[in-house]
């Protein structure tokens, strides 16, 4: 799929402890046209999303919740942020909403919609502006 020059710049990190998740994602996100980063654990990923647009966050990361992590990155940075997990109870879906998340992804899940809705969440965001704008 042929995305607009403005997505080609846009940069996702995928947090999941899981290779072969991050594998899967990288491929149907670059194939897209994101430029793509990785990591297995919370250190690893607060050491990137610096230069994130976008963040996949599993909740069960081997050194901490993906939670907690995901509050942090509300208090200090405007990325957006899809958690994809198995947790896929009720209450663990209003939880993470609740907590910030822009999206909420049970796995197993299918990469194409996981694409679509990293796209739809930047469009939206591309179409509301600069963050305090």
Same mark, same amino acid.
Request: aromatic share 4%; hydrophobic share 45%.
């Given at each position: 799929?042929?995305?607009?020059?403005?997505?080609?710049?846009?940069?996702?990190?995928?947090?999941?402890?899981?290779?072969?998740?991050?594998?899967?994602?990288?491929?149907?996100?670059?194939?897209?046209?994101?430029?793509?980063?990785?990591?297995?654990?919370?250190?690893?990923?607060?050491?990137?999303?610096?230069?994130?647009?976008?963040?996949?966050?599993?909740?069960?990361?081997?050194?901490?919740? %993906? #939670?907690?992590?995901?509050? &942090?990155?509300?208090?200090?940075? $405007?990325?957006?942020?899809?958690? /994809? @997990? *198995? +947790?896929?109870?009720?209450?663990?879906?209003?939880? %993470? #909403?609740?907590?910030?998340? &822009?999206?909420?992804?049970?796995? $197993?899940?299918?990469?194409?919609? /996981? @694409? *679509? +809705?990293?796209?739809?969440?930047?469009?939206?965001?591309?179409?509301?502006?600069?963050?305090?704008?």
């Amino acid at each position: 799929m042929n995305l607009p020059d403005s997505a080609v710049r846009r940069r996702v990190l995928v947090v999941d402890d899981e290779p072969h998740i991050r594998r899967v994602l990288r491929g149907y996100l670059e194939s897209d046209g994101f430029a793509v980063d990785e990591a297995g654990t919370s250190a690893q990923a607060r050491d990137l999303v610096g230069d994130a647009d976008l963040v996949l966050l599993d909740v069960g990361l081997p050194d901490g919740n %993906g #939670l907690d992590l995901l509050r &942090d990155l509300r208090s200090a940075s $405007p990325v957006y942020v899809i958690l /994809v @997990t *198995a +947790r896929a109870e009720e209450v663990d879906r209003l939880i %993470g #909403l609740e907590a910030g998340a &822009d999206d909420y992804v049970v796995k $197993p899940f299918s990469p194409r919609e /996981v @694409t *679509a +809705r990293v796209r739809a969440v930047l469009r939206r965001a591309r179409e509301a502006g600069p963050v305090g704008a």
